[in-house]
């Protein structure tokens, strides 16, 4: 028989909240998180914000290191941005040609 916790104290918090309050977990015999909701959110959010913060660091640290790597990387990335726009560029004045032909044809036939 499993006893169902109806109130339980946070242990961060240290207030006594419902047990709807916490999340539940298999991994404490009760079923509950010791934290209640409201704490572990907000621990999650600190730990997100801690850890975005040492990523962008390592980030930044790492991109003075290399700023040659950062530069080969712009380059190769302009590359082929470049050869996407030379792509684009392509297309639109084939598309024009086809619809001055069009244009051509069609004038010529009403010429006539
Ligand atoms: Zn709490």
Redesign the pocket.
Known sequence: MTVKLKKKI?S??E?V?AASKFYKTWRIRSGLSS??K??QNAQKKKWRAANWDKEYEAHKRYRKKHPEQRLAESKRYREKYREIINEKARLKARVKVRAKRAEAKKSRATNK
């Open positions: 946070c961060k918090c207030v909240k934290a209640c409201e704490c």
